[in-house]
């Protein structure tokens, strides 16, 4: 058109620049980063890559996508739209936190907000395509100089909730079988013992009519019967002790301890405030376990003559600390430790009940001891 101005030309060049930049966008058919400059926004090809950078994204099974400096949806690959349940060119163009449930909108505008000083990621509701929900970690990263473009990786923890929820009631239905247990050698099997220990001592009253060798046997039988007692009532009480249930966790510490000092000849220093009231049931659990694990594993692996508890509330926190003063743990050992699903099957299981209760746990080893650490939001717990 012979009477346009070489600014409405400029400005049309711009829109089919814009548009072209756009469709390719949503058809993947770029390896580039989107910088918005003061012009609007400019495509970056990464030519010459061995690698290109949509290929990389798009073979990822985690959800990735690029948003502007006002968090607009402006490229995404194809495990979101998957995740998503929707159509990859229908996500463009949207922001990110309309895809979110409403409660955690302002989280993500937060996230985003933080994420233009340090990489961020959180836990949000990702609202699919068919009305329903699934939790999903949200990772924030700056991909421009100029910090106007995000890159966001969308980690679906639907798996892993499943996973952790499986894993809370197995814990469930071991405490309730280890209880059960507990419960029947102490009532059926205790009660045997009881009745051959009175037999015994009815036969061992008439040793004086049995010659020596005889005797001598009804004498050992009485002690072996009573050793047998004591035997089934200990297992019984680590299964599950009583006093837990009936006195409350400061009690139960303090016997367990008692008796593993008693057997181990480890001097153990416990401290425990005389105020401590009663916690939740699941919570005064996990920390006895906690406890029972960490002096087993003192005992078998790290050669401490010692031993020290320590058990406190702070405010909201429930603060457990177990150390020794052993050859501490190798540093092989301490690798697996923070990998999940490896380390050995107590401290997963520790760690397990720490995360179902919304707690923390850290090991710190050196050549001159450990200490384990664990902190329980006590209201949480309740809750």
Not at 78 to 85: E, F, I, K, V, Y
Not at 190 to 198: P, S
Not at 299 to 318: N, P, V
Not at 371 to 380: C, D, I, Q
Request: charged share 25%; with cysteine; aromatic share 4%.
């Amino acid at each position: 058109m012979n009477g346009d101005t070489p600014q409405f030309l400029h400005t049309t060049q711009l829109m089919e620049e814009a548009e072209e930049t756009l469709r390719a966008i949503r058809q993947g058919t770029v390896d580039a980063f989107v910088i918005q400059e003061a012009e609007g926004h400019r495509v970056y090809t990464l030519e010459g890559s061995d690698l290109p950078y949509s290929t990389l994204v798009e073979k990822m099974q985690q959800g990735a996508a690029m948003l502007d400096g006002k968090g607009c949806i402006v490229y995404c690959n194809l495990s979101l739209a998957q995740l998503l349940g929707v159509p990859r060119e229908t996500i463009v163009g949207q922001y990110l936190q309309d895809l979110l449930a409403p409660a955690d909108q302002a989280a993500c505008r937060r996230l985003l907000q933080e994420a233009q000083t340090a990489s961020t990621e959180g836990e949000m509701s990702l609202r699919l395509a068919d009305g329903n929900a699934i939790s999903a970690n949200f990772s924030f990263t700056v991909l421009s100089r100029d910090r106007s473009a995000t890159g966001v990786l969308v980690t679906d923890l639907t798996m892993q909730k499943q996973q952790m929820e499986f894993a809370s009631r197995l814990q469930h239905v071991q405490d309730e079988e280890r209880k059960r247990i507990a419960r029947d050698l102490h009532d059926s099997v205790g009660q045997l013992l009881a009745a051959i220990g009175m037999n015994v001592a009815l036969v061992q009253s008439q040793s004086h009519k049995l010659d020596a060798e005889a005797a001598r046997a009804v004498a050992d039988n009485a002690k072996l019967v009573e050793r047998a007692s004591v035997e089934i009532r200990t297992i019984s009480h680590l299964l599950h002790p009583p006093l837990l249930d009936v006195a409350g966790l400061a009690s139960a510490i303090r016997w367990y301890v008692d008796g593993f000092s008693e057997r181990s000849h480890i001097k153990v220093d416990l401290s425990i405030p005389d105020d401590l009231g009663r916690m939740p049931a699941e919570m005064e659990i996990a920390i006895f376990r906690m406890i029972q694990e960490c002096l087993t594993n003192i005992h078998r692996h790290s050669g401490s003559a010692t031993a020290a508890i320590s058990l406190k509330q702070e405010g909201t926190l429930a603060i457990v600390e177990v150390r020794d003063r052993g050859k501490g743990i190798p540093l092989d050992k301490q690798q697996e430790f923070t990998e999940l699903g490896r380390g050995g099957v107590g401290l997963n299981g520790m760690r397990e009940r720490l995360r179902q209760l919304g707690g923390t746990l850290e090991i710190r080893s050196k050549e001159t001891g450990t200490v384990v650490t664990a902190m329980f939001p006590v209201k949480e717990a309740a809750a």
